[in-house]
């Protein structure tokens, strides 16, 4: 009945941290998607596919994005990308315009073609219906060849460690879209970008690493610049997946939890914000050696302090900031937000289900 107050205190954590673990993994499995709602999406993308080829026959639909990545949760939106395997092909922005026009005569989709966006686009949505109780929203882009191997070498990090990468991804997902911080739009920061965060911290802030950086480990036979760039940027990973299994295994024994935890803390404190870079390739790198660097002064850089407020940097095209449509008051909510999550798991309520209430609300 006398146990000293530190061995108590000890002993409460390692429960609530436990209790963590399984109330994460329960709280995220009732939010993937029904194979019924995958099914749906497969089909959607064969009739896409089947119209598009009317216009350009050589083509192919293939999906991106966290439908083809592993970190999908109910009801999320589908990214399509359109590739053409002809060399005469038609402009993305004709290509558009003609798909929008087909597209709105022979579907019940609600269709808006952006032919003159940075990136040409269709924005197709379903209304709900008794089959599809929340409908469902899609984007079809062009030869976007860059976003299927980003969306691979995320496909493959889930598939290293699926249990411990894939909850504390999907719950991030919920947690960002829940709080109100999972707008690039606004300010705050798309789902990739907290995806990136995630991996950066496993494979460089975690020691021992949870994850090995795929895109640094040693080729298995020799290769050619021509096989490992793609439109200029090289796009190479270590991705035969069953051999890394065999012959790569993470010293690092933490749960789900308190990854989960040191994550939050790490992104309130400890991450260096004004300087640092993020890169999952590299590790942490400085935003002068990018030209990244936010702290000029003079109007003429008001954009760019603007834009590097936060900064991610892309796995392959690495002179792009994946976190660039961050504002200086969005990163603000973010830390708040990342701060509050920390506090709320440190508090330690007596139920971890209550913890992960709180943390959603
Ligand atoms: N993408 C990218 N560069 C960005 C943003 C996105 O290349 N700056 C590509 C990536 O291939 C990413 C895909 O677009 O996997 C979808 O991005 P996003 O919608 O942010 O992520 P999802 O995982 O699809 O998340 P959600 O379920 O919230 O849609
Ligand atoms: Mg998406």
């Known amino acids: 009945p006398t146990t000293p107050p530190m061995q108590r205190r000890l002993a409460s954590k390692m429960r609530f941290v436990a209790d963590l673990s399984q109330c994460l993994f329960d709280f995220v499995i009732q939010l993937l998607p029904t194979t019924e709602e995958m099914a749906v999406k497969e089909d959607v993308r064969k009739l896409l596919e089947r119209l598009i080829r009317t216009i350009e026959p050589d083509s192919r639909l293939l999906s991106f994005g966290s439908t083809a990545n592993g970190f999908s949760l109910r009801n999320s939106d589908m990214d399509l990308c359109c590739l053409i395997d002809s060399k005469e092909r038609l402009a993305a922005t004709d290509l558009v315009t003609m798909l929008g026009d087909l597209l709105e005569r022979e579907t019940k989709f609600h269709v808006k073609p952006l ?3 940075r990136i040409p686009i269709v924005k197709l949505s379903l209304d709900p219906s008794p089959g599809l109780p929340l409908g469902i929203a899609c984007d079809i882009g062009f030869e976007n060849r860059l976003a299927l191997e ?23 997902k919920v947690w960002s879209k829940r709080r109100k911080i999972n707008s690039p739009y606004k300010g705050t920061l798309s789902s990739y970008g907290y995806v990136l965060l995630v991996i950066y911290f ?15 480990m040693p080729p298995l036979r020799p290769i050619t610049t021509e096989d490992t760039h793609l439109a200029g940027y090289n796009t190479w990973f270590f991705d035969d997946i069953e051999l890394l299994r065999q012959r790569w295994h993470s010293d690092n024994t933490e749960t789900v939890a308190e990854l989960l935890i040191d994550f939050f803390r790490y992104y309130s404190r400890d991450f260096s914000y004004n300087t640092g870079v993020a890169s999952i390739r590299a590790g942490l790198l400085k935003k002068e050696s ?35 449509c961050v504002t200086k008051d969005g990163l603000y909510t973010i830390r708040g937000e990342f701060m509050r999550a920390a506090r709320v798991l440190s508090t330690r309520p007596e139920r971890a289900i209550i913890a992960l209430a709180e943390l959603c609300e």
């Open 202 to 216: 496993l494979v460089h802030v975690k020691n021992p690493p949870v994850l090995p950086n795929l895109q640094q």
């Open 150 to 172: 980003n969306t691979r070498l995320l496909m493959c990090y889930a598939m290293v460690d699926p249990t411990r990468v894939r909850t504390m991804v999907l719950f991030l």
């Open 115 to 117: 032919p003159h966006a």
């Open 290 to 324: 990018k030209g990244w660097q936010n702290d000029l002064s003079g109007g003429r850089y008001n954009d760019s302090r603007e834009r590097n407020r936060l900064c991610i940097e892309d796995p392959f095209e690495i002179d792009f900031n994946v976190a660039r």
